[in-house]
């Protein structure tokens, strides 16, 4: 058998790679194992979340919680973030109330100007007094008139497009633009992956699946955990279980007493050429899993746009939230776990991106014209308790030596990572007296050149266009 490793992690999605970056700079040996062979290709993340105002049913203390977590995450991934707004709208058919979202994003304000107090990096959001604008119907009539900007810089030149194809009458007024941008998980997996490949104390190994967790702690072996793969065992005394929506199989096998959700989603892939300018992401409000569920288009590079509608014939599924029942892992039927395993079939890809085309047409008539553009980006999630609304999972400690990632929203993997190396000092795995000498060094040194290349291999390898690798406002 080879070397003790301090530290092993199952699961090379964006918590897996952030624990082992965060280890690998305090110079903490680590083993690192995914099952594919690539990291970050589970479940898809498209937005930041910076203030959770894709979410109108969330408390603040959730908002404030995303809104941190996401620029501690955008900081240390900055090729990953798009820095475009997001429009937010209500349509007169809901319930919600403007003066509720503006009240919020006031409270997000304030919050994000202590932020940058204690930290003036934290400014990634721009000037707080431009985190949102409001805008009128008055305003919307006036911006439509204005000729379309190609590269819009201010909010009024976003809202300038977006008001020449929006349906607006249709919508609560006023409506808002948002600092909340989009997040691209190519480019973030392939910053992670060539930083890890540069950090000698982690050891990476890609095409390793676990099969099997074993408990030593009480046989004085000298380590805690023997993982067994299909290609080798290895010892450790510390296991990190990260495998997303599958976390419950090894807590199952470890009789550890866990209870959670895990969800089924998927988003779809269009193209469209609406006018010769770029938009801002579109939402437009609605209660989850009724038919008039939240409607989103994000906007990607070379007309590419992806569309989230949540409801059941669009981005959600029939069976598709499970909740664990006589063991710690929920089990999907036999039709999502097919989905998951193979792949779709391209009937029903076909059938949900219509679908999904007709449910943004509603409120963007011109959408209607907008093709299939490439398979969906889909994937399973947990959710730890049995609150499906939770925005903000972390991590839970259920047994001595061994921690279970549980982030819902991908921005927590960085909070997720130190709070595990927070229980490692105490559970004294490692020394308490830690000290980071370049915060990033090992994210730092990748460039932006090498970023592009291995995310376009991401794209290509998983069957996406490659414009879906690029931002759509590109950085230095
Ligand atoms: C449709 C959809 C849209 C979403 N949009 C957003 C968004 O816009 N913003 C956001 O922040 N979040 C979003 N999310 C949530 C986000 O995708 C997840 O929170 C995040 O990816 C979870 O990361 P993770 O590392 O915990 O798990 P995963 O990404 O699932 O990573 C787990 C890893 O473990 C590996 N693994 C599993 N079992 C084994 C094994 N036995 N051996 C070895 N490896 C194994 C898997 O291959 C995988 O790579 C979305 C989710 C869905 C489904």
Redesign the pocket.
């Known amino acids: 058998m080879n070397k003790v490793h301090n530290v092993g992690i199952?699961?090379?999605?964006?918590?897996?790679v952030v624990v082992a970056l965060q280890l690998a700079e305090l110079g903490i040996d680590n083993l690192l194992?995914?099952?594919?062979g690539n990291?970050?290709?589970?479940?898809?993340?498209?937005?930041?979340?910076a203030g959770g105002n894709l979410y109108p049913d969330i408390s603040d203390e959730q908002c404030r919680i995303l809104m941190k977590e996401s620029i501690k995450m955008a900081r240390l991934f900055p090729q990953s973030i798009d820095e475009r707004p997001t429009f937010i709208s209500v349509p007169k058919t809901e319930d919600y109330l403007v003066d509720h979202i503006e009240d919020r994003l006031d409270m997000l304000v304030d919050y994000y100007k202590k932020l940058i107090e204690e930290d003036a990096s934290n400014a990634i959001l721009g000037d707080p007094e431009d985190y949102y604008k409001i805008y009128s119907e008055k305003d919307l009539d006036a911006l439509a008139k204005l000729p379309t900007v190609k590269r819009p810089a201010t909010p009024d030149e976003w809202m300038t497009n977006a008001a020449k194809l929006i349906d607006y009458n249709q919508l609560k007024m006023p409506v808002l633009l948002v600092q909340e941008y989009g997040?691209n998980m190519f480019r973030l997996g392939a910053q992670a992956q060539l930083a890890i490949e540069k950090a000698d104390t982690c050891t990476f190994k890609l095409n390793?699946?676990?099969?099997q967790v074993i408990d030593v702690r009480n046989q004085g072996l000298g380590y805690n955990w023997e993982i067994h793969t299909n290609h080798e065992t290895y010892r450790v005394n510390y296991l990190v279980n990260?495998?997303?929506?599958?976390t419950g199989k090894f807590d199952e096998s470890l009789e550890l007493d866990v209870h959670c959700l895990i969800?089924?989603?998927?988003?779809y892939v269009s193209k469209w050429q609406p006018i010769e300018g770029l938009i801002p992401e579109l939402i437009f409000h609605g209660e989850r899993g009724t038919p008039h569920g939240m409607a989103q288009l994000t906007p990607y590079r070379e007309d590419y746009y992806q569309i989230?509608g949540m409801t059941e014939q669009i981005?959600l599924f029939k069976s598709g939230l499970v909740e664990s029942i006589d063991g710690a892992q929920p089990i999907f039927n036999e039709e999502i776990n097919q989905k998951l395993d193979y792949g779709w079939n391209k009937d029903e890809i076909k059938t949900r991106t219509e679908a999904s085309i007709d449910y943004i047409a509603q409120f963007v008539p011109s959408f209607k014209t907008a093709t299939l553009g490439g398979p969906p980006?889909?994937?399973?999630?947990q959710i730890p308790g049995s609150d499906v609304n939770l925005r903000v999972g972390e991590v839970s400690f259920p047994t001595q030596f061994y921690a279970r990632?549980e982030?819902?929203?991908?921005?927590s993997?960085l909070t997720v990572a130190n709070q595990i190396i927070d229980k490692m000092q105490q559970e004294k795995v490692v020394s308490s007296l830690l000290e980071k000498i370049n915060n990033n060094s090992f994210l730092d040194s990748v460039s932006k050149d090498e970023i592009d290349k291995l995310a376009s291999e991401f794209t290509d390898v998983r069957g996406y266009p490659k414009a879906l690798s690029r931002l759509v406002i590109e950085r230095e």
């Open positions: 199952i699961g090379g999605g964006v918590s897996g194992l995914e099952q594919k990291v970050v290709n589970g479940p898809p993340f498209c937005h930041l979340h997040w390793t699946k676990v099969e990260a495998s997303g929506f599958r969800e089924f989603k998927a988003a989230h981005t980006m889909y994937g399973a999630q990632s982030i819902i929203k991908a921005s993997a």
